[in-house]
């Protein structure tokens, strides 16, 4: 249906919020949790790559794998209904299972205390 179709109910106005109604320590609250969220996992995948104790091996997959991830080319495009996404969930779950089996309290502690520099609560 067209703009001039539509009743008057049917129009939406978008209201700009001023910036005093925003809890803005609310706000920071919750983008520095959602960013901790996300970091965690990443920091504790880097602390895996950099452990001494890692086998060589398992970095490379590591490493070549999450590369595999960021690349904007993949071997079987996005777009692709249904196989698109079948190459990463792929790296993803290689990542994953190496990631489950390498993760030791020691390698878990290092990263929550970057974490907690990083982005402290």
Request: aromatic share 6%.
């Amino acid at each position: 249906m067209s703009k001039q179709g539509r009743s008057k109910e049917e129009v939406l106005e978008a209201e700009v919020i001023d910036s005093s109604v925003i809890d803005e320590g609310m706000l920071k609250k919750v983008l520095i949790q959602a960013g901790r969220k996300i970091a965690q996992p990443a920091l504790e995948a880097f602390e895996i790559i950099l452990d001494p104790s890692t086998p060589q091996k398992v970095k490379i997959s590591m490493i070549s794998a999450l590369t595999y991830l960021i690349m904007p080319l993949d071997a079987m495009p996005d777009f692709i209904p249904v196989g698109g996404f079948s190459d990463d969930l792929i790296a993803l779950t290689a990542v994953i299972s190496l990631w489950r089996h390498h993760l030791t309290p020691q390698i878990r502690l290092r990263a929550k205390w970057k974490l907690d520099r990083w982005l402290p609560l």
